[in-house]
């Protein structure tokens, strides 16, 4: 996460704006429509990579796996890697709940697990370092590489992360030069990373463990006497000298970065609002929407120091693969500018990343946290202008809106994002090697919401179409009646047959010449999600059909239809192909194809609905599809699905296990829908009454201040809080057998005011900035339960639990999303609760 104090820089876009002709034609169908063609010339050669010129680590582990990166894309043992990466700070988790979300995240297609070593969580007090619990680095990657992760360590020291003075701890600002090559500063960072390798030995790539990449410092574009390339070639001295040996060196590589070319590789991200900002109105459209052709270096993203020239990154372009590290998978609500994203915001960025060259899709957050206890009773470590940071943030929460929240949570977002981390699963190897190739016609300006944002990225005669319809904010026009006209190699692929209208909110990623178990798909207009390779029951390829957009499937060679079954479908020869129409997605097979000589091959499409339930997983000794509304997990041979609210729980699965499964839930006899196997059961339901009462009324909150290094609203001071009003909440009283299949309970607070605050006695438990998402607090957190015991109170649970929520002045400077800006009517404040819950979270497992 960062914060931009740089001026804006424009997307460079190169566009064709005259012309129009050359890219988008008219043509007159039978019934006198327009047809709008897209054309894109994609058939010069994708040059070679090179490589050699990055000196990483040690690149071969033990059993002789490579891990290495070329000038375009990474590569795993020889072949191309295009992986998922998360953030998820460790030491803002409880370590009991580690193993757990990591197991998530694996089932939510992520890859690789990254996360910052903040050193003021480490090492408060000079030489007196805690790597206990919840800061147990060791631990963590240990547990990383049980659920099938690779990590990358974010060793700072420097990391910014929304923390006190960047995570640097308040003893070294206080008596040394920072961020540069000063001696004393050298010295103590050389201390930690000593430590960070001590707590680390043994799990580097090298040594057979999951460590394969190190990011050093972070948004570093500092010049001057002891600073710039040289500073970052010393402190990569450092991490090897301390034996953080890793076959991948990072840094960020935004907003004019600076780094010794060849020793690092940058990372880059972006972000579809920021928070970070000063304005209190909506943004132009981000150009975090717009496809990037020539350029990496978003203007959404900012180091707290500004550059004065254009920095390694941009010069490097050629030299090292488009890697992302800080793509957001969701948006903090800091206190002048609280954003809220939707599913739709987050997810449609990925075919623009994607389709603009990214070759490693990194998310910032992917699990949301809470910041720990410090030293002397201080609560939390967080940025605060009243300690000099540029932002203020809360206290505690760092819950980022995050995929996965502080306390687990599993959000709507996960539903859109999963698809296209399956799609890099089993097609990213393809996709890597490709070029980013440009359309005849394309936006001039990321605020131009009219001309098509879309693109191609192709090798030979293959490739993949990148397609999107949707900026945050913003309605964008429907494109009606199109056509594509894709030149590639030694062909040009014209397609779909019948003309489409692609609505405001739509997004994509589109096969050409797909590779379908030997066979070569022509096009689809339905987006490959997954292959499944069954053995002797061959090869099945998952689809995912898009709203409005009618299923096509066209095969290059016509004979194919002599070994082709699509029952439902219509199947006809056109333009020398044969094409498949007619097609309703669903949980059926829709086509079969046998060819002699050749696998067979089994094609699903999913509807939208479907594939929003869609998780695939190694379970019951097969790679699975799962359907359900419970996101799930696998730990050896058991499946858990969590629901949160619903006692009903329903999963379909393909392919099918022999046995029905035992489960910690009488199971409805098994049933069929298409080719899945469907399982139900029933929770018990718990429904538990959320009790309060009123301990205060709230007083008349100060003005919101204006001024710091933003020169923008600024929280309130601690005294202020003396104005909140405040309400005492009952613990619940659970069952007596609640732990037998509840993981949790939430408690969620639906409140209107400025910051709402939450106490466990005097101890503060978590905060929030008003900003029209709900909030929610696992009671394992408050109350340390784990599992929850029926009506026996834990040491926690004897202190009183307060709510206390200062009041929100009508006439403060702060932006709040305009769906979610309160009515004051004729108040002049707002200090409301409108309603709190207790959700219970139920546990369901099932072993084969």
């Known amino acids: 996460m960062n914060t931009p104090k740089t001026a804006y820089r424009p997307l460079r876009f190169n566009a064709v704006v005259a012309g129009l002709s050359a890219g988008l034609t008219l043509s007159l169908s039978g019934a006198a429509h327009a047809q ?11 040059p070679a990579p090179t490589s050699g010129h990055l000196h990483m680590g040690t690149a071969t582990s033990p059993k002789g796996e490579t891990l290495l990166a070329n000038s375009q894309y990474l590569s795993r043992n020889g072949q191309a890697w295009l992986p998922v990466m998360g953030e998820f700070h460790y030491s803002r988790c409880p370590a009991e709940r580690w193993e757990a979300e990591l197991r998530k995240m694996k089932a939510a297609g992520v890859d690789i697990v990254a996360s910052y070593v903040i050193w003021n969580h480490h090492e408060e007090e000079a030489g007196q370092f805690n790597w206990q619990g919840q800061r147990d680095l060791g631990r963590f990657v240990r547990l990383a590489a049980k659920a099938g992760l690779k990590v990358v360590v974010r060793v700072g020291p420097w990391a910014h992360a929304e923390a006190r003075f960047g995570g640097v701890p308040d003893w070294v600002v206080n008596s040394m030069p920072t961020r540069s090559s000063d001696p004393q500063y050298l010295k103590v960072v050389a201390r930690l990373y000593e430590q960070i390798g001590l707590q680390l030995k043994g799990q580097m790539w090298k040594d057979g463990g999951p460590i394969i990449g190190i990011q050093l410092e972070n948004e570093y574009n500092l010049t001057g006497p002891g600073q710039g390339e040289a500073h970052i070639r010393t402190l990569k001295q450092l991490a090897r000298k301390a034996g953080l040996d890793a076959p991948l060196y990072t840094v960020t590589g935004w907003d004019g970065t600076v780094y010794p070319s060849g020793e690092v590789t940058p990372v880059f991200g972006g972000y579809p609002d920021e928070p970070w900002g000063v304005s209190t109105t909506e943004l132009p459209p981000k150009e975090t929407y717009a496809f990037r052709f020539d350029s990496r270096v978003s203007g959404d993203l900012g180091a707290q120091t500004a550059a004065s020239a254009p920095g390694t990154a941009e010069t490097d372009i050629a030299l090292t693969p488009f890697l992302g590290a800080e793509y957001g998978a969701g948006l903090p609500a800091m206190y002048r500018r609280r954003t809220l994203v939707s599913p739709d915001d987050i997810a449609s960025m990925l075919p623009v990343q994607l389709g603009s060259g990214v070759n490693l899709m ?6 949301g946290g809470r910041n720990p206890g410090g030293r002397m009773g201080r ?9 000099g940071g540029y932002n203020d943030t809360p206290m505690v929460s760092y819950d980022f809106n995050a995929p996965l929240g502080p306390d687990g949570q599993q959000r709507p977002v996960l539903n859109k994002l999963r698809p296209f981390h399956y799609f890099l699963h089993d097609f990213g190897a393809e996709l890597a090697a490709m ?10 300006l990321a605020t131009d919401l009219k001309t098509p944002r879309w693109s191609v990225r192709a090798k030979g005669d293959s490739g993949f179409l990148f397609f999107n319809n949707h900026v945050r904010q913003y309605a964008m026009p429907a494109q009606q009646q199109i056509r594509f006209s894709v030149k590639l190699a030694t062909q040009t ?6 003309p489409i209208d692609v609505a405001n909110g739509a997004y994509f990623i589109w096969p050409i010449n797909f590779d379908l178990g030997g066979t070569r798909l022509s096009y689809a207009t339905a987006q490959p999600v997954a292959r499944l390779n069954r053995g002797r029951e061959g090869l099945v390829y998952v689809f995912a059909a898009q709203a409005g957009i009618p299923v096509e499937l066209a095969f290059a060679d016509p004979a194919v239809g002599a070994h082709l079954q699509a029952p439902g479908a219509r199947v006809s020869a056109a333009e020398g192909r044969l094409v498949i129409d007619h097609i309703e997605p669903g949980t059926q097979a829709q086509l079969t194809l046998q060819r002699p000589g050749a696998p067979k091959v089994t094609v699903l499409v999913l509807s939208p609905q479907q594939v929003d339930q869609l998780n695939i997983v190694d379970w019951a000794g097969e790679r699975r599809l799962l359907l359900s509304e419970q996101a799930g997990s696998v730990a050896g041979k058991t499946l858990t699905l969590l629901s949160t609210l619903q006692p009903k729980v329903r999963v379909a699965v393909y392919p099918p296990i022999q046995a029905v499964p035992h489960s910690n839930l009488p199971l409805q006899t098994a049933t069929q829908d298409g080719v899945f196997q469907v399982l139900e059961a029933q929770h018990p339901a718990v429904t538990v009454e959320a009790r309060w009462n009123a301990l205060r009324p709230a007083g008349e909150a100060p003005p919101v201040m204006k001024g710091g290094l933003a020169g923008a609203a600024l929280q309130p001071i601690p005294e202020a809080f003396s104005k909140a009003a405040a309400w005492q909440i009952e613990w619940p009283q659970l069952p007596a057998n609640a732990g037998q299949t509840l993981e949790d309970m939430l408690l969620q607070v639906d409140f209107v005011g400025d910051i709402g605050r939450l106490f466990a006695g005097a101890q503060l438990m978590d905060d929030w900035y008003y900003n029209g998402q709900l909030w929610q607090m696992s009671l394992k957190h408050l109350a340390g339960m784990n599992p929850p015991q029926g009506a026996q109170k834990s040491a926690a649970q004897a202190l009183p639990l307060q709510l206390s929520v200062l009041p929100l002045r009508a006439d403060a400077p702060i932006y709040l999303p305009a769906e979610h800006r309160p009515d004051f009517g004729s108040a002049t404040q707002l200090a409301r609760v409108r309603e709190l819950k207790w959700l219970p979270v139920y546990r369901w497992t099932l072993q084969p």
Do not use: C, I
């Open 362 to 367: 990194g998310y910032y957050m992917f699990h």
């Open 435 to 444: 070029t980013v190739r440009k359309p005849a016609l394309t936006p001039a």
């Open 36 to 46: 709008n063609w897209l054309e894109v010339d994609a058939s010069a050669p994708a």
């Open 379 to 387: 609560v939390s470590q967080e940025e605060s202008t009243l300690s």
């Open 493 to 498: 692929v014209q397609f779909p047959r019948q």
